[in-house]
């Protein structure tokens, strides 16, 4: 059975984020994500959760000024002690909050010149996350961006976070895999989750082209939802799009999707 996550950063944006749990669970969710948790205590987060009998699965290390259009924290060999800080910050968030994996994102390089220090500080940067998070039972996990709508991001494809893991060879590093990302890049998502799943550690998904919810664009979800069923992911998969309408009316996919 698929499970499914509402990434609550995307999600129900309608409302403050501490009331996004419950309108999550009331839409039909037992599991949610956030990208960047930190505007809320972790308790204050936890006991929303236990409140509306949610699992959080998963969020991201702290990026800095990524979404502003920086170059991040994670990849930036002068940004190193503020990474640890960060990670050690999304320590005493997963104590409490328990995700299954957490995310980094590997940010951008705006100098080429730089790239090979900046792909080599992302590989130390992960060593680093799973010497944290690895004891707590947690899941160390990085994703690939489009480079069309994040140009210069320094991992945007599947074949270099297979090369990556292959590297590091460590046991809790996976793939946080997302589809709309993949299919920007022209990457064959169905065939890759086929031969990869045991790379995977976490599953996001939008349509394509506009990242909006399923049925919006030109994937076929019932048979992306197909493949993931029987390609021995046991994984969560994340609703990370962004609703064309309101979130509510964007949910007919969720009673359909099982």
Known sequence: ML????????????????NRFAVAKA????????QFPYELSAQIIKTELDAQQLQL??????????????????A?????????????????????LKP???NILPGCCFDNEHLAAYQDTFKKNL????AAFSPLGIK????????????????????QMLDIMTEIKHPDLLMQYDIYHSLVMKENPTSFIAQYS???????????????????????????????????????IGAEYKPLNSSTSSLSWLRNAY
């Open 3 to 18: 499970r499914f996550t509402a990434n609550l950063s995307l999600l129900f944006t309608e409302v403050p984020l501490i």
């Open 27 to 34: 839409s039909g969710f037992n599991a949610v994500e956030i």
């Open 57 to 74: 699965v998963l969020f991201n290390v702290a990026a800095d000024d990524l979404l502003q259009g920086g170059e991040g924290l994670a």
């Open 76 to 96: 930036v060999p002068e940004k190193q002690t503020q990474f640890e800080t960060a990670v050690a910050q999304a320590v005493e968030y997963a104590q409490i």
């Open 100 to 102: 299954e994996a957490i």
């Open 127 to 130: 060593h680093y996350a799973l």
């Open 140 to 159: 160390t996990v990085f994703e690939a961006i489009n480079t069309r709508d994040m140009p210069h991001f320094i991992i945007h494809s599947s074949a």
């Open 198 to 236: 045991d790379k995977i550690g976490h599953i996001q998904f939008a349509d394509y082209p506009g990242r909006h919810e399923p049925g919006t664009g030109n994937i076929n979800f019932q048979q992306l939802f197909s493949v993931i069923k029987t390609s021995g992911y046991a994984g969560w």
